[in-house]
């Protein structure tokens, strides 16, 4: 599923760079399916019985390609991120740390070959994966530090949001996982329609801050 729904983004950007025919011969999408099956081939089972794979992927291009997705570099990481937390959802796959895509240079490929190392990278501090997906599909990835949220300037994630108080909420890093903590709002914190004071989140939870919405991604 991750694989089809990144598939069927390229398809809405056909268009666009996306629908470009490389001299080199990649497409995306071969980089999508490759990077799939890196996850797939290098799954393990860690102590506690779940299924890890890697977060961490390293895409190896020719000196020449590599020039031709300059342009493109940013939109397709982004992309083949998104694909890969698509696809651990789907198959129930877990990740040490936030998933990450770089794309480097290997002189010794030609132009048209590519390679795909993925590796399992805990996050800072033996923080575990997970993101907030903001209103404008921005993505704001958890760490080891504690997270701010409300109307002051000098939060994490500030909002224009008058039903928000100044110091609204934190996310905190607590084990493996995150917990969100409302700080005594006026309006209060709600997690999938339910108000709450404390909540370790999982992932899909919808969370609402006065009037702006947002999802806990666990990846």
């Known amino acids: 599923m991750g694989l089809k729904g ?16 490389f001299k080199g011969g990649i497409r995306p999408v071969e980089l999508g399916r490759r990077l799939i099956r890196e996850m797939d081939d290098e799954r393990t089972v860690d102590v506690r019985g779940r299924a890890v794979v890697p977060n ?33 959802r789907d198959e129930g796959y877990n990740f040490l740390g936030p998933v990450e895509v770089e794309m480097v240079v290997n002189e010794s490929l030609r132009q048209g070959s590519f390679q795909i190392t993925g590796r399992m990278k805990q996050g800072e501090g033996g923080a575990g994966a997970g993101s907030l997906l903001l209103p404008t599909n921005d993505r704001v990835p958890l760490g080891e530090h504690v997270l701010t949220i409300g109307r002051l300037p000098e939060g994490n994630i500030v909002l224009a949001d008058p039903n928000v108080s100044r110091n609204h909420a934190e996310i905190r890093p607590r084990g493996t996982g995150y917990v969100l903590v409302d700080l005594g709002s006026t309006n209060g914190t709600r997690v999938n329609g339910v108000r709450v004071s404390e909540h370790e989140l999982v992932d899909g939870d919808e969370l609402m801050f006065g009037n702006t919405r947002m999802r806990f991604e666990a990846s």
Do not use: P
Not at 7 to 12: D, W
Not at 60 to 87: P, V, Y
């Open 6 to 21: 990144f598939e069927r983004r390229l398809e809405r950007m056909v268009e666009g760079v996306f629908g470009t025919v």
């Open 56 to 88: 961490h992927f390293s895409i190896e291009l020719s000196a020449a390609d590599d020039e031709q997705f300059t342009d493109i570099a940013d939109t397709m990481t982004r992309e083949l991120a998104d694909a890969a937390r698509e696809h651990a």
